[in-house]
């Protein structure tokens, strides 16, 4: 079945230091939908970005990542991490025609430290 | 932006115990979902519904029943609770679609003692 990768559970960095985030993805559809969902502590999530066409950059609040259909990635960056960005971030995948629910990894957090 | 409204935010109930979390979306969505979230797996689904009288299995259904008496109601029930369901729910709505932005309620915390 379907499924997403985010292989670090947790990230630590200094603010004003770029930041990545891994998300690899499977599904046997041709088509599918990436997102990023964010949470901050005590919150729901929330769409952060989403995209759809392959080899497109996509960018939402400073953060942005590019879905590459022929290595299955779509990886979160943003050059300059603020205390802010300090939160939980979810990889997701909708790709059923018939519009079932997203399909989210484990989730990686991210501590911004001054 | 959506509202999706969850009751009761927090919850502790007691093994073998019978437990409805409800919830109540006010924008017209076809979509309802729920999700549990646990540290190391994130937010797995539950149950989801595509509109009213409608429920389907989603990757965790084991212990779970759902309802969708309207389509601004979806309710998940534990029929006998047990520890291993303590956990954080979210119910969730969007549009019917792959594309479509979902919103999340604030979540319920449920302690199953």
């Known amino acids: 079945g379907d499924s997403v990768t985010q292989t670090e559970g947790l990230v630590t960095l200094t603010e004003g230091l770029p930041v990545m985030l891994n998300c690899t993805y499977q599904t046997i559809y041709s088509n599918p939908f990436l997102f990023w969902y964010v949470q901050h502590l005590n919150e729901s999530p929330r769409l952060l970005l989403k995209s759809f066409t392959d080899n497109k950059r996509t960018e939402h609040q400073g953060f942005h990542a590019t879905l590459h259909k022929s290595s299955s990635s779509f990886h979160l960056q943003k050059s300059s991490a603020q205390l802010s960005d300090s939160a939980l971030y979810y990889c997701?995948?909708?790709?059923?025609?018939?519009?079932?629910?997203?399909?989210f990894g484990t989730g990686t957090t991210v501590s911004v430290s001054p | 932006e959506a509202a999706v409204t969850q009751s009761p935010r927090n919850k502790v109930a007691v093994t073998g115990g019978k437990v409805t979390l409800s919830c109540n979306q006010t924008?017209?969505?076809?979509?309802m979902y729920w999700y549990r979230q646990d540290t190391g797996h994130g937010l797995r689904l539950i149950h989801y519904?595509?509109?009213?009288?409608?429920?389907e299995k989603g990757d965790i259904p084991d212990g779970y029943k759902a309802s969708r008496p309207s389509q601004e109601n979806f309710s998940l029930i534990l029929e006998l609770a047990t520890p291993s369901q303590t956990s954080v729910y979210f119910c969730?709505?969007?549009?019917?679609?792959?594309?479509?932005?979902?919103?999340f309620g604030k979540g319920t915390r449920l302690t199953v003692v």
């Open positions: 924008n017209n969505h076809n979509n």
């Open positions: 969730a709505s969007g549009d019917a679609g792959p594309g479509t932005e979902v919103f």
């Open positions: 519904s595509y509109g009213a009288g409608s429920t």
């Open positions: 997701a995948l909708s790709a059923y025609q018939g519009g079932r629910a997203l399909i």
